[in-house]
């Protein structure tokens, strides 16, 4: 069964830096992509970033590149991300989903896409505030 457990939310001054962690568990980490979501109460629900950890190869959405950092650690079957210069629009609440990437992978892009049909597992979420 995979689970997947988000922590490390919490509430910065915009300007400020969080690291969030995506600890999973029951699959081989090694053969998934793993990518953090954010509910988005006036976008809706988007991809923010996504790693995939067969090959590496990652994906940012526009909004956060140069900001944010997701990195992979196989030893710990652990993601983070690590989110720099937050801004007031990055407030959500944050949570991590595993994605299979199947025998001929998508872009990474693809799996990012908060409707991929791969996706084959979600934990709950963590909430990061930002105040001005």
């Known amino acids: 069964e995979v689970q997947l457990q988000a922590s490390g939310g919490g509430m910065v001054q915009a300007g400020g830096s969080l690291r969030l962690s995506c600890r999973a568990s029951g699959f081989i980490f090694e053969n998934y992509a793993i990518g953090w979501f954010r509910q988005g109460s006036l976008k809706g629900r988007e991809g923010v970033s996504c790693?995939?950890?067969?090959?590496?190869?990652?994906y940012y959405i526009d909004s956060v590149k140069g900001r944010f950092t997701i990195s992979s650690d196989h030893a710990k079957s652990t993601v983070y991300l690590q989110m720099n210069n937050l801004k007031y629009e990055d407030a959500d609440t944050y949570y991590c989903a595993a994605m299979v990437p199947g025998r001929s992978p998508p872009p990474i892009e693809t799996m990012c896409n908060p409707f991929y049909n791969g996706v084959d597992g979600r934990g709950k979420g963590t909430l990061v505030t930002v105040s001005s």
């Open positions: 790693i995939n950890n067969r090959d590496g190869d990652t």
